[in-house]
């Protein structure tokens, strides 16, 4: 009788260990598979991202190894879901990882860069202009696509907004020598000799002489 309460409880202990032992094995199965659906998900919107700037000749840049990296991770990603089990997840979500940061920051300058000139202008203009909140509606959905991951509707509202924004700046006419002058004042360092005959026409045409002030300094 006792040797068979002995057997029994080795059995139970036996039991409840292997519980233990498949409910950590699941546990880290689970954190695995999470860890490498979240990297896939980033890599997805990598692609869709590149691909459509690249398709829509924004993506200036002429990085080969950009092209390299994706189909290396793709190679990965893909015997993951040929072999139907995750592994090497470590590996692959630090590549997909640098790959994000590497594409985040390349693009920050490669769309700040060809967005300058007309950012500043709408920025200038919305210091004095009656549409100064269309300006800003504006600007800001051209800004919206210096952040990454890209989509579509980004990009939409971004062409939109640079085809608004360059009919409104054409057609005040705005050239370098009021750009300047507009500087000057957004710097508080415009004066008196600033206002050129030419200047002070583009802005009685423009009715923007009362809202322009100086002041003594």
């Known amino acids: 009788m006792l040797t068979e309460r002995i057997n029994s409880a080795v059995h139970l202990m036996e039991t409840v260990d292997q519980v233990k032992k498949n409910e950590a094995e699941n546990k ?8 490498f659906f979240a990297a896939f998900e980033t890599f997805s919107a990598c692609m869709e991202s590149y691909l459509l700037l690249k398709e829509n000749n924004l993506w200036s840049a002429a990085d080969i190894t950009l092209d390299k990296d994706f189909v290396q991770l793709c190679k990965g990603i893909k015997s993951v879901f040929d072999g139907k089990k995750v592994f090497h997840v470590q590996s692959i979500s630090s590549s ?8 985040c ?8 860069s060809a967005d300058k000139k007309i950012i500043d202008d ?6 004095v202009s009656e549409n100064r909140v269309q300006l800003r509606a504006m600007r800001l959905n051209i800004e919206s696509m210096h952040n990454w991951p890209v989509s579509k ?12 924004s ?24 415009a004066t008196l000799s600033d206002l050129t005959p ?10 923007l002489v009362g809202r322009i002030s100086l002041t003594i300094r």
Do not use: P
């Open 28 to 35: 880290e199965i689970t954190q695995s598979n999470n860890t």
């Open 96 to 103: 997909v990882s640098k790959l994000n940061d590497n594409l």
């Open 105 to 112: 920051n390349q693009w920050k300058i490669i769309s700040e």
């Open 122 to 127: 709408l920025k200038i203009l919305e210091q």
């Open 153 to 164: 509707e980004m990009l939409q509202n971004y062409n939109n907004a640079k085809t608004q």
């Open 166 to 189: 360059e009919l409104f700046l054409n057609e005040t006419k705005f050239d370098q020598n009021i750009e300047d002058f507009l500087m000057k004042m957004s710097e508080r360092s």
């Open 198 to 207: 030419s200047i002070m026409s583009w802005l009685e045409k423009e009715k």
